[in-house]
Every structure is written in structure tokens, then in C-alpha cells.
Nanobody, 121 residues
Framework: QVHVVETGGGLVQPGGSLRLSCEVS????????MDWYRQAPGNQREHVAG???????DYADWVKGRFTISRDNAKNTAYLQMNNLTSEDTARYYC???????????????WGQGTLVTVSS
């Protein structure tokens, strides 16, 4: 089994910062690409940022340098540092990980339950 758990969400004032974490655990051989997505009420889920095992990153155009994705391969954990948050960043943030599992040895696209970020004064 593979578990993906996001933490770090909460209520923050406009202009504030949050750091989200995504930990992958379970019967895994390795974690490949890790991505953050978000979904606001009434909207479709959208890609925020992604990172490869080697540290290559990509971001949605609207991030505009406010967010930084990173990872610790030894901990199978990815992070999303979010700065200068606005009310438009209010959403549930989800982590997606490409996982190579053990027993059976195969690939799996794993999602967490998300962590809620609310930006409000």
C-alpha cells in the first residue's frame, strides 16, 4: 500500500506565507515525479508545481515566483513554500506522486487527501 499525506495548510492573512509538506510512505521502491495541484470550490483541479527526483522543477505560469517546490528524497517528501498569498490562492492543495511499488513491483499514481489553505483577513 502507498500513503500520501499532505500537511501544513491552514488560515493565513493576505501577504502571508505557508509551507506545505507531502510525505509518501508504504511499500515503495522509489518515488518519481512529485506534483502539487490545487482545487478551489467550483473550479477544476489545476497544476501548481512539479519536481523530478533530480530536482528539476516546473511551475504554473500564474505562480509568478511566489511558490517554490523542493523535495527531500531520503524522506520521500516534497514541499511547497508559498509566499505573498492572496485570497485567490484559497483552495485544497493536493500532492500527486509517481511511485514504484514493491510487491508487486509496479508503478502507481498516488494522490493524497489534500490540505486546505484559506487566505483571508
Amino acid at each position: 500500500q502507498v500513503h500520501v499525506v499532505e500537511t501544513g495548510g491552514g488560515l493565513v492573512q493576505p501577504g502571508g506565507s505557508l509551507r506545505l509538506s507531502c510525505e509518501v510512505s508504504g511499500s515503495i521502491h522509489s518515488v518519481r515525479d512529485m506534483d502539487w495541484y490545487r482545487q478551489a470550490p467550483g473550479n477544476q483541479r489545476e497544476h501548481v508545481a512539479g519536481i523530478t527526483p533530480g530536482g528539476g522543477t516546473d511551475y504554473a505560469d500564474w505562480v509568478k515566483g511566489r511558490f517554490t517546490i523542493s523535495r527531500d528524497n531520503a524522506k520521500n517528501t516534497a514541499y511547497l513554500q508559498m509566499n505573498n498569498l492572496t485570497s485567490e490562492d484559497t483552495a485544497r492543495y493536493y500532492c500527486n506522486a509517481g511511485v514504484i511499488t514493491l510487491s508487486p513491483f509496479s508503478t502507481k499514481d498516488a494522490w493524497g487527501q489534500g490540505t486546505l489553505v484559506t487566505v483571508s483577513s
